[in-house]
């Protein structure tokens, strides 16, 4: 299986840290060819590093997803110079809790911004060249909170509500071009998001996913025959919702 993966290319976001980071890792070891999207340039090519090791081409492309308008022309400016890109991994994202009533509309608008505006742009960006080259696949990692409701969580649970309607329209319109869509949704992952500022949630971090969990549903996913999709993939930690 590997002499046919082995010519694939994914590209990544989010894939300094967490489920991206992990999500590259997995690939390399399966012989997908990476180019890694992040913020942090230095972190990035670490990851470049650690994935070259294991056989494969990796080229870090340092770009903040949160520059809106310059997505969509970045995304295809960097498929052009990587070559053909098989697999889109959006997994970049931020998480974001205050009850809606004190949420800013600025923060509202930063958080709708990079959960779900950056992935229609990054894949406003690829569709074209992956139209072209006859198909390929788009896996956009949304949450539970999708469709499961908490307190504080609004801003996200929304970003991540319209991600879900996204994709699944982007699978009816994309599918004539044998381009797949996969929506992955985890439950509670222990990553770099419940240390930013903008989360406050005190909740048993040793209970969660890991990101190599999610990285592997991932792989699983992509690895599929072309004549089959897997349209949603829900992974929860065992102990449940914490």
Same mark, same amino acid.
């Given at each position: 299986?590997?002499?046919?993966?082995?010519?694939?290319?994914?590209?990544?976001?989010?894939?300094?840290?967490?489920?991206?980071?992990?999500?590259?890792?997995? %690939?390399?070891?399966?012989?997908?060819?990476?180019? #890694?999207?992040?913020?942090?340039?230095? *972190?990035?090519?670490?990851?470049? !590093?650690?994935?070259?090791?294991?056989?494969?081409?990796?080229?870090?492309?340092?770009? &903040?997803? /949160?520059?809106?308008?310059?997505?969509?022309?970045?995304? !295809?400016?960097?498929?052009?110079?990587?070559?053909?890109?098989?697999?889109?991994?959006?997994?970049?994202?931020?998480?974001?809790?205050?009850?809606?009533?004190?949420?800013?509309?600025?923060?509202?608008?930063?958080?709708?911004?990079?959960?779900?505006?950056?992935?229609?742009?990054?894949?406003?960006?690829?569709?074209?060249?992956?139209?072209?080259?006859?198909?390929?696949?788009?896996?956009?990692?949304?949450?539970?909170?999708?469709?499961?409701? %908490?307190?504080?969580?609004?801003?996200?649970?929304?970003?991540?509500?319209? #991600?879900?309607?996204?994709?699944?329209? #982007? !699978?009816?319109?994309?599918?004539?071009?044998?381009?797949?869509?996969?929506?992955?949704?985890?439950?509670?992952?222990?990553?770099?998001?419940? &240390?930013? &500022?903008?989360? *406050? !949630?005190?909740?048993?971090?040793?209970?969660?996913?890991?990101?190599?969990?999610? /990285?592997?549903?991932?792989?699983? /996913?992509?690895?599929?025959? *072309?004549?089959?999709?897997?349209?949603?993939?829900?992974?929860?930690?065992?102990?449940?919702? #914490?």
């Amino acid at each position: 299986m590997n002499s046919v993966i082995r010519q694939q290319r994914a590209l990544i976001t989010g894939a300094s840290s967490g489920i991206g980071k992990e999500t590259a890792l997995a %690939f390399a070891k399966a012989g997908i060819n990476l180019v #890694l999207i992040g913020r942090d340039r230095q *972190k990035l090519a670490t990851v470049a !590093a650690m994935a070259a090791d294991l056989g494969v081409s990796a080229q870090a492309y340092p770009l &903040d997803l /949160a520059d809106i308008p310059e997505v969509a022309p970045s995304i !295809a400016k960097i498929a052009q110079e990587s070559g053909p890109i098989d697999i889109l991994i959006n997994s970049a994202g931020m998480g974001y809790t205050n009850p809606l009533a004190d949420t800013p509309l600025s923060d509202w608008q930063r958080v709708i911004d990079l959960n779900l505006t950056s992935v229609y742009q990054c894949v406003q960006g690829i569709l074209p060249a992956m139209r072209q080259q006859g198909g390929g696949m788009i896996v956009n990692v949304s949450s539970i909170a999708a469709d499961n409701f %908490f307190p504080d969580w609004g801003a996200y649970s929304v970003s991540k509500a319209g #991600l879900v309607a996204f994709s699944r329209i #982007l !699978a009816l319109e994309e599918r004539a071009n044998a381009i797949r869509v996969t929506i992955i949704t985890p439950g509670a992952v222990n990553t770099p998001i419940w &240390d930013s &500022d903008s989360v *406050k !949630a005190d909740f048993d971090r040793s209970a969660m996913l890991t990101p190599d969990i999610i /990285a592997h549903a991932i792989l699983q /996913a992509v690895l599929l025959p *072309k004549q089959a999709v897997v349209e949603t993939m829900t992974i929860m930690p065992s102990a449940g919702a #914490l």
